[in-house]
């Protein structure tokens, strides 16, 4: 494992930026113009992307996001906290003609519930894309792409894009994040063109269901996916993580046992531990694991996506690396 960040590979990130609102406590609604009283309420950074970017930024890889927000406050705290978390933000372009995005998160001990307006989060062109990777053509790294089902524009283009960076000699990853629809779509003609698909279980099941795979154990699963591409990298939950690829025994690595304040944007940093291994150059899959497990864990630990991510230095010490 490197520890010189000259030898770091660089990673972009592409996908949504946006504002979570995360509330805790009573925060199953009651209409009738009931009032409730909420134990906290957190403006934090949110998008699955700019969580994705701000986890491996702090983890000592050279991280770049391409995203868009609106020209207002909100949008001005997405900025700030992305370069906060030491994240390139040139590539994240300003709309004066669209809101910021913006989801409100119910946010239980057990489970949460995400409420959301797209805002900027969909006008994202493909070809600013292709702009970024024909501009670092010279050093390829990892381009990975979150929130798939939030932005059908690149959606459809999606292929097209992942097959130019891997021609280049990027290496590409998604995760997909759930479909709002339901209905999985797009995904197929996607996994020639992936070197690491990362669904959590439920997703996986969805995306097995859309693609017409059957049977009822999530390796199988997994291992039917893989075998039309990429390695299949599963979030567990509190339980950690476990991979997949083709033929290959599955390997595991389980989380950490923490007291959890909120679970928001945990998948995203067990992403960005993943991301940030590659980055550094772990070759072991198992090693790569527990650097996804270890940062998803250590995410909860306060409210919101970002605040609680492991720079290295606490993420070895918290795995044992």
Same mark, same amino acid.
């Given at each position: 494992?490197?520890?010189?960040?000259?030898?770091?590979?660089?990673?972009?990130? #592409?996908?949504?930026?946006?504002?979570?609102?995360?509330? @805790?406590?009573?925060?199953?609604?009651?209409?009738?113009?009931?009032?409730?009283? *909420?134990? +906290?309420?957190? *403006?934090?950074?949110?998008? /699955?992307?700019?969580?994705? $970017?701000?986890?491996?930024?702090?983890? @000592?890889?050279?991280?770049?996001?391409?995203?868009?927000?609106?020209?207002? %406050?909100? @949008? !001005?705290? #997405?900025?700030? $906290?992305? +370069?906060?978390?030491?994240?390139?933000?040139?590539?994240?372009?300003?709309?004066?003609?669209?809101?910021?995005?913006?989801?409100?998160? *119910? !946010?239980? =001990?057990?489970?949460? %519930?995400?409420?959301?307006?797209?805002?900027?989060?969909?006008?994202?062109?493909?070809?600013?894309?292709? /702009?970024?990777?024909?501009?670092?053509?010279?050093?390829?790294?990892?381009?990975?792409?979150?929130?798939?089902?939030?932005?059908?524009?690149?959606?459809?283009?999606?292929?097209?894009?992942? %097959?130019?960076?891997?021609?280049?000699?990027?290496?590409?990853?998604?995760?997909?994040?759930?479909?709002?629809?339901?209905?999985?779509?797009?995904?197929?003609?996607?996994?020639?063109?992936?070197? #690491?698909?990362?669904?959590?279980? !439920?997703?996986?099941?969805?995306?097995?269901?859309?693609?017409?795979? &059957?049977?009822?154990?999530? &390796?199988?699963? %997994?291992?039917?996916?893989?075998?039309?591409? =990429?390695?299949?990298?599963?979030?567990?939950?509190?339980?950690?993580?476990?991979?997949? *690829?083709?033929? &290959?025994?599955?390997? +595991?690595?389980?989380?950490?046992?923490?007291?959890?304040?909120?679970?928001?944007?945990?998948?995203?940093?067990?992403?960005?531990?993943?991301?940030?291994?590659?980055?550094?150059?772990?070759?072991?899959?198992?090693?790569?694991?527990?650097?996804?497990?270890?940062?998803?864990?250590?995410?909860?630990?306060?409210?919101?996506?970002?605040?609680?991510?492991?720079?290295?230095?606490?993420? +070895?010490?918290?795995?044992?690396?």
């Amino acid at each position: 494992m490197s520890g010189q960040l000259s030898t770091v590979l660089p990673v972009l990130v #592409v996908g949504d930026a946006n504002v979570d609102l995360v509330l @805790g406590g009573d925060v199953v609604p009651r209409f009738g113009q009931a009032e409730q009283l *909420l134990d +906290r309420a957190d *403006l934090v950074l949110g998008g /699955s992307a700019s969580i994705v $970017a701000c986890g491996a930024a702090k983890l @000592g890889v050279p991280t770049a996001l391409l995203a868009r927000v609106g020209a207002d %406050a909100f @949008g !001005s705290v #997405v900025l700030d $906290a992305l +370069r906060g978390s030491g994240v390139d933000a040139s590539g994240v372009g300003v709309d004066r003609a669209t809101a910021t995005g913006v989801s409100v998160i *119910l !946010s239980a =001990p057990d489970d949460r %519930a995400i409420l959301t307006s797209l805002g900027t989060i969909p006008t994202l062109p493909a070809d600013d894309v292709v /702009s970024r990777i024909d501009a670092h053509s010279g050093r390829p790294g990892i381009m990975h792409v979150a929130s798939f089902f939030l932005q059908p524009d690149l959606a459809e283009e999606l292929p097209r894009v992942l %097959a130019h960076a891997r021609q280049l000699g990027w290496a590409t990853s998604l995760d997909t994040n759930w479909d709002p629809a339901e209905t999985w779509n797009g995904l197929a003609e996607l996994l020639e063109h992936l070197d #690491v698909l990362m669904p959590n279980r !439920s997703e996986l099941r969805a995306i097995a269901g859309a693609l017409g795979i &059957e049977g009822t154990d999530d &390796e199988q699963r %997994a291992r039917a996916i893989s075998a039309r591409g =990429p390695r299949v990298v599963v979030k567990d939950g509190a339980r950690g993580g476990w991979s997949v *690829l083709g033929g &290959e025994r599955v390997r +595991r690595a389980p989380g950490l046992e923490i007291d959890v304040v909120d679970t928001t944007g945990a998948g995203d940093s067990f992403d960005a531990g993943y991301l940030g291994a590659l980055a550094h150059g772990v070759d072991d899959e198992a090693t790569r694991l527990r650097w996804a497990a270890t940062c998803g864990s250590l995410s909860t630990a306060r409210a919101g996506g970002t605040a609680a991510q492991a720079s290295l230095d606490e993420l +070895r010490a918290a795995a044992g690396l």
